[in-house]
């Protein structure tokens, strides 16, 4: 029987100096290249050069283990990362990329051994004259969520240049932003700071805090630990600054519901800039790429739309918010888009030469609504099987939107619904919001939008330069719109049931789907 320690030796080639309480002396290669080889050689690489059979699809790719180049660390920027560092890593995962969490899917033993099988695969970790030391770090100060604390923090934003690649409202749109490249030459987006439960490293104001200090090495995200020692700004400001992005964030992830409640208004909205529209619950509804049907995409530039919407008894108005940080076609954005297309591979053996692709949105319902679960594939339908679907492109001019019906992905059928829409792109973000008649003449074809019914709904999205058209697209599955009646909240209760059992089924079926690869599971 080999012991953990003798296995160690072998394979590092070194001898760790005999500390009973180090937890290197628990960890075991030999068991850790097993679970390696098991759950995480099919994205990182046998060899750990994060070239495993599905690194091509992702980006950003899976981490080369063989350079020891490590995003989330507590070390300074260039150093190694600690074990604690890596721990959290394979514990947590990495939020916004494909590295998933193992905590719940691996024992303690297994991500410890697993965490140094992957030290292995580069010498750096074998040179013990080298020490990994942890950045020393101050405690936040507090009233963080002050105008002073927020107002310093923005200052700082400004002077240091965060808004050449987060852009001057931290959506990742700065002028530098289509030029991006991490050290491996793949295009990199710079973060949407609205976004913090997609950062690598944790969304609180302290995680940002060290992301400041340490960068993220191999991305164009550097270290301002340098600033602080050149006294460019004191470490109480640094924290300011993070305290400030961490405002751009709502304060609690959003949670995806299941129905958009559309209240009951005098008068509808149009305009997307509509003071309204405050006043009216928003729903985030996350996307994902579309990954069933050929060309398939695995690289969504839209992680998900926030919903409202609100009908005055005879017109509904819905506003779509997402952040892009493209206004397509833009062709500084061309090249970026070009790389996204050659980097993320798909089935098609030569990747597609960038266009300059339009942005798009497209809105579906069923064309009827039905008593029972049934709903159309919630891929845009199928031949027999069709869908009503709202389009709107930011081009060509000033852009267009369609009403028709989709048969499947590849066909659209344009109907003369009256639909209008409204658009607006700002700082990262497009507003759009369509309005629609309740009930139509052809009812063989528009879906009637009742109140007080369970209207499925789904959603689309397209960022042209990031490559996106046709197939290459992000997803969502099948939600609910409810339009709400001036009558006690009691005669919802039962068609808000019928909505949450048909719900767990939609989530189901794109499980199944995406197994399957299958069209027509929709049902
Ligand atoms: C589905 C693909 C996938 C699997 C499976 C996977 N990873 Fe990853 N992993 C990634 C991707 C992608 C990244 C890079 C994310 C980024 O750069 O933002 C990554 C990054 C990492 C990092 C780098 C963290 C840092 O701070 O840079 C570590 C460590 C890691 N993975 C460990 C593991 C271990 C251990 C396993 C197996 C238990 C595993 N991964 C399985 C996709 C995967
Ligand atoms: C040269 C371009 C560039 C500059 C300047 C820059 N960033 Fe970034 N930043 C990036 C990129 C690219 C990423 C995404 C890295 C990735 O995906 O791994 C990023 C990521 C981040 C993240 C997410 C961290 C995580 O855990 O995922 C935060 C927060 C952030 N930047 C804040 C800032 C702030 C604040 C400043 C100014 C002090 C700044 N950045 C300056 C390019 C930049």
Known sequence: MISPLAALVAIVGFAPAPRPSSPVLLQDTTRGKAVYVKWCAGCHGETGAGDGPGATAMLPRPRNFTGAVYKIRSTASGQLPTDADLLRAIDEGLPGSAMPAWNTRLSDAERRNVLAYIKTFSSFFADTSQHI??????????????????????????SIGCRKCHGDQGRGDGPSAPTLKDDAGFPIYAADLHQNWRFRGGASAADIYRRLRTGLDGTPMPSFSDLI??????????????????????AEAPEVRDVIHAPQVAAVPASPFDSAWARVSSYWFPLVGQVIRKPRWFAPAVSGVWVQAVHDGKTLALRVTWDDRSKSPDSTWLPFAQRVVESVADDDSTPPKAELWP??????????????????????????????????????????????????????????????????????QWRLVFTRALATPDTADEVQLEAGRAIPVAFFAWDGSSGEHGSRMAVSTWYFLALDRPTPPSVFISPVLAMLVTLGLGLVVIRRAQRRGTARVGR
Do not use: C, N
Not at 229 to 250: G, I, M
């Open 133 to 158: 030391v942890a950045l020393k770090y101050s405690s936040e100060p507090g009233s963080g969520t002050g105008d002073a604390a927020l107002k310093t923090g923005r200052q700082f934003y400004d």
């Open 359 to 428: 942005d798009q949105l497209a809105v579906q319902f069923p064309r009827h609504l039905s008593d029972g679960m049934e709903r159309p594939y919630f891929l845009m339908g199928g031949p027999t099987d069709p869908v009503y679907q709202w389009r709107w492109a930011s081009a060509p001019g000033a852009g267009r939107v369609l009403a028709g019906v989709a048969r499947g992905i590849d066909r659209f059928d344009t109907l003369t619904t009256a639909l209008a829409a409204q658009v607006t792109y700002d700082d990262g």
């Open 229 to 250: 020692d050149q006294k460019f700004l004191t470490d109480d400001q640094l924290w300011r600054l993070a305290q400030y992005v961490r405002s751009l964030s709502p």
